[in-house]
């Protein structure tokens, strides 16, 4: 038992600083701002919808209600079991995934989400300009994409901004 709980105390911490190292930590989009991101993606039902980092799973698990089939790649185990139970208790069709997404392959995407650290917004471009599709929708959020021309700039007076970008 006490192995156990020291291994699962190491877990939580070297998955918590290597999400801070390779992403940002846990903090989630404003659960207000949720209705911002599903009118910038304007996701059709069937459509691949992915959050890089989903936190507690709250952007993807609003997209399955949509119909689409909304994944959500979490690296850290706290936010991973906290998403991972909201999407059990409340019955969504999100997948939550436990997966560093940088060794992800996001070809399939039509909506990519993030809410991301600029530091690692220069590799994180050359993998989105590499792997997705032409018309796949990219949402970054509180910080732009330098060298990128958004196609939308919400922000709302008082809220942080929200970046559409299409490939
Ligand atoms: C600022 S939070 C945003 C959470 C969620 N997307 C939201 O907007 O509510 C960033 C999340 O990305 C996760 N993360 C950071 N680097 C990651 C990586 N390489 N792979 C998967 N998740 C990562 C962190 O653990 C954290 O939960």
Redesign the pocket.
């Known amino acids: 038992m006490y192995y156990f709980l020291l291994i699962l105390v190491i877990a939580i911490a070297v998955t ?1 600083i ?2 801070l190292v ?8 404003w659960q207000k701002d949720v209705e911002r991101f599903l009118r910038l993606a304007e996701i059709k039902p069937g459509q691949v919808v992915y ?6 799973g ?2 993807v698990m609003a997209a399955a209600k949509l119909g689409a089939k909304a994944i959500g ?4 185990i706290l ?1 991973f079991v906290g998403a991972y139970s909201r999407k059990i208790f409340s019955g969504s069709k999100a997948k939550i995934k436990f ?4 060794l992800v392959d996001l070809k399939e995407a039509d909506v990519v ?4 650290i600029p530091r690692i917004y220069e590799q994180l471009k050359n993998k989105l300009a590499k792997e997705l599709k032409p018309g796949a929708r990219v949402i970054a ?1 509180v910080w732009p994409i330098e060298g990128w021309q958004a196609t939308t700039v919400d922000k709302p007076v008082g809220r942080p901004a929200m970046y559409l970008y299409i490939r």
């Open positions: 918590t290597y999400s390779r992403g940002i930590g846990w903090v989630p989009t959050d890089l980092g989903c936190g507690d709250r952007l790649l979490e690296v850290s936010p997966r560093d997404f940088w989400y993030f809410f991301l959020y």
